[in-house]
């Protein structure tokens, strides 16, 4: 096996086009969760336009591509999950059948450490290396909307029968309401951050829209597009506005759930709830397997989910200080926050508290506004 380092702009488009290709057919193969977007060759380039560090490792046999590990490093040789924080899965893309080493990989990378916190199943190499699991909720559409509305009336009777009655008092209440799936206006995109941003800092966590590189992102996977990938955000309007919106990424049979918003006005009717199935209904048309609601403990995903995939968090390290002093500043940070996560009299308590920061910081901006308009 030989092992190549490229920067995203030095990959060839035929090394693209095999790993597409690997994604495409990894569900034939038992590995679906190799087919999620956040592990194509277009989210690791389109991160690379916005943050230097961005790598991709490709392993060869008899000089075909096997395996694409995309990765970033800093120049102290530790290395994240590309888009660490923000991406929904990680690990590497290959061929069925195909074993590697971790240790071997680390050092072909120059890494000393590699550190990840959405590791897609199964990737048998990172075993020891894990040091937590956590579910990732999904909604299954591959055999039809009306099946998946048919699992859900069954499992969930009541939280159905009232969603899809909100949808109507919507209906009723709102004239003109309408579903764009694949909303092409940058104003929508716009709207969207403006209500995500305003959730963050209501419910005192950090804004991510506040940060210039993943602003650049989000606007330059806004405008990538091609078969096997693209950005969507799709759009519930009522009365001529919108009331809830989504961006995600799609590739062929996987829809990754991202940021999700909605209006507060409009909050009696869920309109997140009505946004997500309408994105399940149409999704289901396009052929579209699942929604991948991504890892985290919310309602919303225990009400519309019908399993739940395994993705799992950990490092990997060579022997190296570099490696046992990265590990060292972060292993206290996630025992914490996964502590608090699993607690939920832990997890309560702290919610209302970065909820009331959250508040206070709104009046505190609000305050200072009223100032510099005066």
Same mark, same amino acid.
């Given at each position: 096996?030989d092992?190549s380092?490229? %920067?995203?702009?030095?990959?060839t488009s035929?090394d693209?086009?095999a790993?597409?290709?690997?994604?495409? $057919?990894?569900h034939?193969?038992?590995?679906?969760?190799?087919?999620?977007?956040?592990?194509?060759?277009?989210?690791?380039l389109?991160?690379?336009?916005?943050? *230097?560090?961005?790598?991709?490792a490709?392993?060869?046999? !008899?000089?075909?591509?096997v395996?694409?590990?995309?990765?970033?490093?800093?120049?102290?040789?530790?290395?994240?999950?590309?888009?660490?924080?923000?991406?929904?899965?990680?690990?590497?893309?290959?061929?069925?059948?195909?074993?590697?080493?971790?240790?071997?990989?680390? $050092?072909a990378?120059?890494?000393?450490? /590699?550190?990840?916190?959405?590791l897609?199943?199964? @990737?048998?190499?990172?075993?020891?290396?894990?040091?937590?699991?956590?579910?990732?909720?999904?909604?299954?559409?591959?055999?039809?909307y009306?099946?998946?509305?048919?699992?859900?009336?069954?499992r969930?009777?009541?939280?159905?029968?009232?969603t899809?009655?909100k949808?109507?008092?919507?209906?009723?209440?709102?004239?003109?309401v309408?579903?764009?799936?694949?909303?092409?206006?940058?104003?929508?995109?716009r709207?969207?951050?403006?209500?995500?941003?305003?959730?963050?800092?209501?419910?005192?966590?950090?804004d991510r829209?506040?940060k210039p590189?993943?602003?650049?992102l989000?606007?330059r996977l806004?405008?990538?597009?091609?078969?096997?990938?693209?950005?969507q955000?799709?759009?519930?309007?009522?009365?001529?506005?919108?009331? !809830?919106?989504?961006?995600?990424? *799609?590739s062929?049979?996987?829809?990754?759930c /991202?940021?999700p918003a909605?209006?507060?006005?409009?909050?009696?009717?869920?309109?997140?709830?009505?946004l997500?199935?309408r994105?399940?209904?149409?999704?289901?048309?396009?052929?579209?397997a699942?929604?991948?609601?991504?890892?985290? @403990? $919310?309602?919303?995903k225990?009400?519309?989910?019908?399993?739940?995939?395994?993705?799992?968090?950990?490092?990997?390290?060579?022997?190296?200080?570099?490696?046992?002093?990265? %590990?060292?500043?972060?292993a206290?940070?996630?025992?914490?926050?996964?502590?608090?996560?699993?607690?939920p009299?832990?997890?309560?308590?702290a919610?209302?508290?970065? $909820?009331?920061?959250?508040?206070?910081?709104?009046?505190l901006t609000?305050?200072?506004?009223g100032?510099l308009?005066?």
């Open positions: 096996m092992i380092v490229y %920067r995203p702009g030095e990959l035929a693209r086009a790993w597409t290709a690997m994604q495409s $057919k990894a034939l193969h038992g590995l679906p969760g190799l087919g999620n977007p956040f592990l194509s060759p277009d989210f690791a389109a991160v690379g336009r916005s943050r *230097r560090g961005v790598r991709i490709v392993a060869r046999e !008899a000089g075909e591509p395996a694409f590990f995309p990765y970033e490093r800093t120049a102290a040789g530790v290395g994240r999950a590309v888009g660490l924080g923000l991406s929904d899965c990680q690990g590497v893309v290959h061929a069925p059948g195909f074993t590697w080493d971790a240790q071997e990989l680390l $050092k990378c120059s890494l000393s450490v /590699w550190e990840y916190d959405h897609v199943e199964p @990737q048998p190499a990172f075993e020891a290396t894990r040091t937590g699991y956590f579910a990732s909720p999904v909604m299954d559409i591959d055999q039809g009306e099946a998946y509305l048919a699992e859900l009336r069954s969930s009777p009541k939280f159905t029968g009232r899809l009655a949808g109507r008092k919507l209906d009723r209440d709102h004239p003109a309408r579903y764009v799936h694949d909303e092409r206006d940058p104003a929508a995109l709207t969207l951050k403006e209500w995500k941003s305003a959730q963050y800092r209501r419910t005192g966590r950090s829209f506040a590189w993943i602003n650049e989000v606007e806004f405008h990538t597009r091609s078969a096997a990938f693209a950005a955000l799709s759009v519930l309007y009522a009365a001529g506005r919108p009331v !809830a919106a989504h961006f995600g990424l *799609r062929e049979r996987v829809l990754a /991202w940021f909605y209006d507060p006005d409009f909050a009696k009717y869920s309109p997140g709830l009505l997500h199935l994105m399940a209904e149409a999704a289901a048309a396009e052929g579209i699942y929604l991948d609601l991504g890892r985290g @403990q $919310k309602e919303y225990d009400s519309l989910k019908t399993r739940e995939l395994t993705v799992s968090e950990g490092w990997v390290t060579r022997r190296h200080p570099v490696a046992y002093g990265h %590990r060292a500043r972060r206290p940070v996630r025992a914490l926050r996964n502590t608090v996560h699993s607690r009299e832990w997890f309560e308590s919610d209302k508290l970065l $909820k009331r920061a959250g508040r206070f910081r709104s009046q609000q305050g200072r506004s100032k308009r005066q």
